[in-house]
């Protein structure tokens, strides 16, 4: 959290560091992810397809 604090120090924020871990525990919370809904039907009837974005 620190090298974050020192980064946007050096582009020109002049707040505090508790400010700057409140604020990232508020995105932190907020991109949380939400649990994985499966979906049971009879075999044929539906397909999944899981893949990743970023490797």
């Known amino acids: 959290m ?10 020109g924020y002049q707040g ?4 700057v ?4 525990r508020l ?4 991109c949380k992810h939400k649990a994985t809904i ?4 009879t075999p044929g ?3 999944q397809v899981d893949w990743k974005e970023n490797l």
Do not use: C, V
């Open 2 to 11: 620190r090298s974050i604090y020192y980064f946007i120090q050096l582009k």
């Open 16 to 19: 505090s560091y508790t400010t």
């Open 21 to 24: 871990k409140r604020y990232a």
């Open 27 to 30: 995105i932190r919370e907020s």
């Open 38 to 41: 499966r979906i049971e039907t």
């Open 45 to 47: 009837l539906s397909a």
